[in-house]
C-alpha cells in the first residue's frame, strides 16, 4: 500500500481507570481490525511511566477512518472511556513514502 491515512491519538488516562482502559482499548483496537477492512493498523502503546495511551492507526483513506469513528464498537467504546480521560490530542496525517522500503536521508534530511 502506498500512501494511506494515519491517526494518533494521545489519552492521558485518570489513575483509577488505567487497567479498565487499557482493557477497552485493546478490544476496541482489535474488533476494528476485524471488522473493518480500510483498517489496517492499530497499535495500542502505552508510556512507560504509564500516564499516557498512545494510539496509531492506518487507514486506506479518511474515509475508512470516517467509517470507523461510526461504528458500533467505536461508539461504544467512546461512551464507555469518555469519563476516564483527562485528555484526548487527536492528529491525522497523509502517509508518505515507500512501505517496505528503506528510505536513507542525507545529512539536510533529503531521501538519498
Known amino acids: 500500500m502506498t500512501g494511506g491515512f494515519v491517526v494518533t491519538v494521545s489519552f492521558s488516562i485518570k489513575t ?3 487497567t479498565d482502559f487499557r482493557r477497552a482499548v485493546s478490544k476496541n483496537a482489535a474488533d476494528s481490525l476485524k471488522f473493518e477492512p ?3 493498523l492499530f ?8 500516564s499516557e495511551i498512545f494510539l496509531y ?5 479518511k474515509a475508512a477512518f470516517d467509517a470507523h469513528l461510526a461504528t ?4 461504544s467504546f467512546d ?3 469518555s469519563s476516564w480521560v483527562i485528555d484526548k490530542r487527536v492528529t491525522t496525517y497523509a502517509k508518505i513514502g515507500s512501505e517496505g522500503r ?3 536521508l542525507d545529512t539536510a534530511g533529503r531521501p538519498n
Open 16 to 18: 483509577e481507570y488505567r
Open 72 to 75: 458500533e464498537h467505536f461508539r
Open 102 to 104: 528503506d528510505v536513507s
Open 38 to 40: 480500510g483498517c489496517r
Open 79 to 81: 461512551r464507555i472511556v
Open 57 to 61: 492507526e492506518l487507514y486506506d483513506h
Open 43 to 50: 497499535e495500542v502503546c502505552e508510556a512507560n511511566e504509564g
